[in-house]
């Protein structure tokens, strides 16, 4: 139906949250603009389920999906995207459709108050922002003397601080007069290195603001990574060299979408780029305020910022359209975004601040990735170097100071739990760790804030895969053992499956289980980034065993159990002790960046010395992907320590081997 | 009275053109607002008298004044500065108080179609506009060559146009993979020279534009001259070189004033900028509505503006606060403006066009005279080199291609007619030369259109003095000779005074005279303009006769006599070949500089080397100013040839001599 003028009222539980609407408005696109955080992976196309809501009370139209039950539908679950308002409503989000914020920090990985695993961090840099401020006195002009101010100022700033072959930003100008005058020609100049250095050009300073008096000591810079899911920014003080305060928050465009094709088709429709734009700023401004909400200091003296993010979230927030990103031969619009003033994009910062943006490499290997070698310092050691971001996009680069190669897998969405039946993203009440008895075969889960289960998230679908393989519930194919005698292995609705708890002991009180549907869309997702490593590894001669560092970075990565990971074949066999997790290594680039000019400019050489690899170009690609759909691998040799200890394993009760 | 919300209609002739204001609503505001231009030279203070309107019906509360007689108020007149309006009027704008268009020309001075005196213009400069067009076709990618989009643009221009090294706008990021693919991948860069060199400084393109196929022909640009009074532009085709159109309007400032000091005195008040603002930026409109209008070519098409102008007449245009330019020690707020977008002014052209504006050297030496002088090329040639811009605030720069230093003289209003009883502009109607028989001391006058007279304009009033000098009617001391028995000499409210013209023979039905206070007036202002010279010449230990180059630039010295000039002691009197007249030599500059990136560099060197003089701050201006209050010079040596000529002049018929 069409909207009409007809105002109704929406009741959501268990947030008590009123919202009035049009009657016909749509009941997921309401909730988003009241600020009711409902999980929409697939961007309300009524494909993923994950915006089940109860109808308590009142009625609305809604399409019927096989995403619900008959008995769900009879109980009145709806997807909130396929339904409109039709009468005044009481709404129940359940569980498992919420977003909810508490555990951000274990999802994000952010490593707190900026300690970093010291043998992964960029080393050798001075501490010499781009950011710098000085304090001037200048001399009374006269009717000897009376030359502009501006070039009063230069004058000064030349004396007192030996910065010359200043540019001026306009605005600067204009204020001139008046903020030269308020403290008796005493100010506070801000000068920022704009453009970083490339070969031709010197650093040449712009100058973006003047304040009256001294406020030297008053100066901060905001990083952010902007992913896909989540935003995390940390406020820096630029006198003293420190994090002050940090915060994070779900991404504003989660509504629309959980992946970035799902956001890019969104933003193809009418006004879509627009408020997907408008819904990271948003996010972008809440974390600014609750940056400052820790902090003693005032957003005025914010002089920079800089942002990393994929290519798709960064063009999204600067306003650029991503159309061509997900169509071959997955051109960005730019690498290099020029300087862009972050007030003219809705962020509430001063009109003085300009907005850096990390150079990308590619459609989907982004600014994110750049920020992340940078801030570990790959391009500063001979040591080779894998460096991997594991997600639906997976980003791998393999290299070293002297060259580094790169590309992306599309692995799907499973390791956010997406496309997993219980799936959900890593919050509390999800199963992330898991154990199971080799006698009995039952299963021991532990959750996220150690509640009753809700659902599986990433990480720990990979510790139930590795269990139930070394538990030979599962076969090395991923197919269950349906020999075996227990009653946690049934015949579900999507064929095979084993019950992790039963209802009474869940908070959805539905049975959480994993079936083989799952166990193949994981095998599927960590093939295709394992055999992205191994094609680009081979790509540039070498192979996983010769790999002096693995650095796994991320949200996802950071939560993930090495050895588990080795075992099901996502990480390669190579001695564990070359394993690093760096969490947001993104954010540490950012940091590290706006507290090291030196930085800054390796960033533009680091993106520019990385290769881009199209897998779709590579032929052995697809060979390596099918070779990995197994557990760990068809090729026992690729994982040689793994394959040794499974043969070691006793077989389970029913007495059968799997290897076989 | 305060303005109230009731609606009045006030009608004006000879316009016929109706508003509604309401009522209290002050007359002259309300008559600029709808576009009537009436005369307001002390921007409406109530203290020029040039804004006396006739209320034919209706009635208006006004403030009685002294520029009123008792005769005119009976008539009906009123100063509509001073008046607000009670009930629907009729209002008849006499001549003298009118603004007219139809003589702008010669006004301005602007030669026509960029021919200027061959023996002062800049020379030896390359045609290579800071503005270049690049057409490129470009591969299309594929997944082998993915690079972004905006790498294969730099790519493709650095291949095709051998450009390197470029910045570029973030607006054309913003556009980028639209047009590229609007045409297939053909497409037109626009690239912008906007730092001028400097010695650190190598010239660094920024690409401002970007447009689909293939426009590399169609690239314009527009050059201004923002008087006090006109504003003079012209649209140059920078593909052929030539200039296409030119036009001229009265700054819309008029009405706020007819100086400088009137205006920054308006600036002051609450709002006063931005209305100052938008009126210059309504008429820089008006004139490229007007230069479009006569070209086949279309604005979108413009991508660079050069503006050359005083610095309070830039300042406001660019919104800076003039308020320190006429406070001692009359600081401007910046000498170099930074490069800013014309189009967030307000100017209507396309939203990449910048806006350069020439440098300037002081608060009253502004980049007008910059321009002037590195159009007529005084940096480029050995020759000691006076150039003068008379006016009310006169420039003079003295120098060569080794040195220059310059200063600025307030002459006050005379040379514009102001302060003369009978001043007006140079429009129709004014007297602009002047004869008078030795024998019966009847004068023959002539008028700007041959019209019947309504006022003297400044050209005509050097005329008239040099003339009544000559004749004996007035002495070396500018006072008249009583014992002449002519009735044109006579005894008026501001004491002696000399009919010009009869009240039957005028457009007002008045008597047109010159009185002594006038002469007194032109005295000083001429004096102060030679003063200036002198100390200037003096404090570069040369003199006046050392000059081998006069160049006189700007409106109103265009129209001068200069034997006249030099009779009444304004121009010095050395041998009459010296003196070059070169139009608005300001737009002759800006429109070289759009032709040649090097003049353009120049820009900025000559602003640099000028010294700037106060002469306020030399003890031997008023010495020299005092020596100069008379008729041509106190010191006879000063003006030989003059001095020499008036000796041999017969008597006037009285047979006394006034040498004495």
Redo the contacts between chains.
């Keep these: 139906m069409a909207k009409t003028d007809k105002r109704l009222r929406v009741h959501f539980s268990p947030d008590n949250i009123d919202i009035t609407v049009r009657e016909g408005e749509g009941l997921l696109k309401a909730a988003m603009a009241a600020g009711v955080h409902i999980n929409a992976a697939c961007g309300g196309n009524g494909v993923c389920g994950t915006c089940k809501v109860l109808i308590k009370k009142g009625q609305v139209e809604s399409t019927r999906t096989e995403k619900i039950s008959e008995e769900e539908y009879e109980q009145g679950f709806r997807l909130a995207c396929q339904s409109r308002v039709l009468t005044d409503l009481v709404v129940d989000i359940p569980v498992e459709s919420r977003l909810e914020t508490a555990v951000l920090s274990r999802e994000t990985g952010m490593v707190a108050g900026g300690v970093e695993p010291a043998e992964a961090i960029a080393t050798g840099w001075s501490f010499n922002p781009p950011l710098n401020k000085c304090y001037i006195e200048l001399p009374l002009?006269?009717?000897?003397?009376?030359?502009?101010?501006?070039?009063?100022l230069l004058r000064g700033l030349k004396r007192r601080c030996n910065i010359?072959?200043v540019?001026?930003?306009?605005e600067v100008?204009?204020k001139?007069?008046?903020v030269l005058r308020k403290k008796d020609w005493q100010v506070t100049t801000t000068t920022l290195v704009k453009?970083v250095k490339?070969k031709?050009?010197r650093r040449?300073p712009t100058m973006i603001n003047i304040e009256p008096g001294n406020t030297s000591q008053k100066y901060y810079s905001l990083v952010f990574d902007i992913g896909t899911t989540t935003i995390c920014g940390q406020l820096l003080d630029l006198n003293r060299g420190k994090v002050i305060a940090e915060g994070m928050a779900y991404n504003g465009q989660i509504g629309y979408g959980a992946d970035v094709i799902t956001r890019i088709a969104y933003s193809q429709t009418p006004g879509g780029l627009k408020k997907l734009q408008q819904a990271v700023v948003s996010t972008v401004n809440q974390v600014i305020d609750e940056l400052f909400a820790q902090s003693q200091s005032s957003v005025e003296y914010v002089g920079h910022m800089i942002i990393a993010g994929n290519t798709t979230m960064t063009d999204i927030l600067?306003?650029?359209?991503p159309?061509?990103i997900r169509l071959?031969?997955?051109?960005?619009?730019?690498?290099?975004?020029?300087?862009?003033k972050a007030n003219s994009l809705g962020i509430r910062v001063g009109k003085h601040v300009y907005l850096f943006v990390f150079p990308?490499v590619?459609?989907y290997v982004g600014g994110d990735i750049v920020s992340g070698i940078v801030g570990v310092g790959v391009h500063q050691r001979k040591k080779l170097t894998l460096y991997m971001d594991i997600g639906t996009n997976g980003e791998i680069v393999v290299g070293n100071s002297d060259w580094m190669v790169t590309t992306a897998c599309s692995a799907g969405p499973a390791f956010e739990g997406g496309g997993i039946k219980h799936g959900m993203i890593a919050a509390t009440g999800a199963i992330e760790d898991f154990e199971i008895s080799p006698s009995s075969l039952e299963p021991e889960v532990h959750t996220i804030g150690g509640t009753k289960p809700r659902g599986i998230c990433g990480s720990g679908l990979i510790n139930i895969i590795a269990g139930l393989l070394e538990a030979r519930v599962i076969g090395q194919n991923g197919k269950f053992n349906t020999d075996l005698t227990t009653k946690r292995i049934r015949r579900g609705r999507d064929g095979y499956e084993y019950v992790l708890s039963w209802a009474h002991e869940t908070q959805t009180g539905r049975d959480i289980v994993i079936t083989e549907v799952d166990i193949d869309n994981l095998i599927r997702a960590k093939a295709a980034m394992y055999a992205g490593c191994q094609t680009l590894t081979k790509s540039v001669g070498v192979s996983c065993f010769n790999l002096e560092q693995v650095i796994i970075a991320g949200a996802f990565g950071s939560h993930i159990d090495i050895e588990k990971s080795i075992t099901i074949g996502l990480l390669p066999d190579i001695p564990r002790d070359r394993f690093i997790f760096v969490g947001n290594g993104s954010l540490t680039g950012a940091r590290l960046t706006s507290f090291s000019t030196d930085l800054l400019d390796d960033a533009r050489k680091v993106a520019a010395m990385m290769t881009?690899l199209?897998l779709?170009?590579r032929a052995d690609f697809m060979n390596n992907y099918v070779a990995a759909l197994f557990l760990p691998h068809t090729h026992a040799g690729e994982f040689p320590n793994v394959t040794e200890r499974l043969a070691e394993l006793p077989d389970s009760k029913s007495g059968r081997g799997l290897n076989t």
Excluded: C, H, M, W
Excluded at 318 to 321: I, N, P, S, T, Y
Excluded at 328 to 340: D, G, H, K, L, Q
């Design positions: 002009p006269t009717l000897k003397d009376n030359i502009s101010d501006l070039s009063r010359s072959n540019s001026v930003d306009f100008v204009r001139l007069p008046q453009a490339t031709a050009d040449k600067l306003g650029l359209d159309k061509y071959a031969p997955y051109t960005p619009a730019a690498s290099f975004i020029p300087p862009v990308s590619a459609s881009n199209e779709s170009e």
